[in-house]
């Protein structure tokens, strides 16, 4: 069976690609101000305004491709992507760009095939986020113990405990681990709870309720986090998970 994705491709990708971007305008800041304490004001005041420079327009542009993440490239690829899942669910066409291959389910209720992509989602997204979730704490370790032996060496400036404090609290370290373990059990839960839905095989109307509880839960939980699951990561996974999702599927005789 034949799979594409158009609008990953058409809009998810740009997003990761700005957010690659912010990434590395974030180290190069960060640099920069371990830069300026390393840079004598008096004896080079020239190589010192200009690393002040620096440090400026890579604030600024931090600032600008944050704002057309949260505020433009985010939410029209997602709304893109919702358009594709109810289109999906619905059998109409919300959106001309739709995914082929995805969402495979017999269900012909579309409240049942809601219900199934979510059930989908939730089991590919939680995948991805734990992998995610482990390249990030990796990372903070090694941050956090930069920062430690810094700060426990009562030698160092403080302008370099300072300097490496705004570094891991900033949104790119700590915080974004923080948000991305929030997201990853987010979907976890969500999953669980699709899961036994199908399993209890409840009344049609608390049946609604709960797919519909589910699918809110999900997407708020992405939108709360603002992090985009990776693309590269599930192409990793995309055969394995497709192979555990079949069994999902015959589990739940779906």
Not at 26 to 32: G, I, R, V
């Amino acid at each position: 069976m034949s799979h594409s994705d158009p609008i990953r491709t058409n809009y998810f990708d740009a997003v990761q690609k700005v957010e690659k971007v912010s990434d590395w305008l974030f180290y190069l800041s960060a640099l920069l101000s371990f830069c300026a304490l390393l840079v004598e004001q008096k004896t080079h005041p020239d190589a010192y305004e200009l690393v002040l420079l620096l440090f400026g327009i890579s604030v600024i542009a931090m600032f600008a491709l944050g704002i057309t993440l949260r505020l433009y490239l985010t939410p029209r690829a997602e709304d893109k992507r919702r358009q594709d899942f109810f289109s999906r669910a619905c059998h109409v066409n919300l959106i001309h760009q739709q995914t082929d291959g995805y969402y495979n389910n017999d269900f012909k209720d579309p409240i049942k095939r809601m219900a199934a992509q979510v059930l989908e989602n939730s089991f590919f997204s939680k995948e991805i986020a734990l992998r995610m979730a482990r390249r990030e704490r990796a990372k903070v370790a090694v941050y956090a113990l930069i920062w430690l032996v810094l700060l426990h060496n009562r030698r160092t400036d403080l302008g370099w405990i300072v300097a490496a404090s705004q570094a891991i609290f900033s949104e790119q370290i700590l915080s974004k681990l923080f948000r991305l373990e929030w997201l990853r059990i987010r979907f976890e839960k969500t999953f669980e709870d699709v899961f036994r839905l199908f399993q209890t095989k409840p009344s049609v109307t608390q049946f609604t309720a709960h797919a519909l509880d589910a699918l809110t839960m999900y997407e708020a939980a992405k939108a709360n986090a603002g992090i985009a699951l990776s693309s590269k990561i599930f192409d990793d996974l995309n055969q394995t998970l497709a192979t555990d999702w079949e069994k999902v599927k015959s589990t739940l005789k779906m």
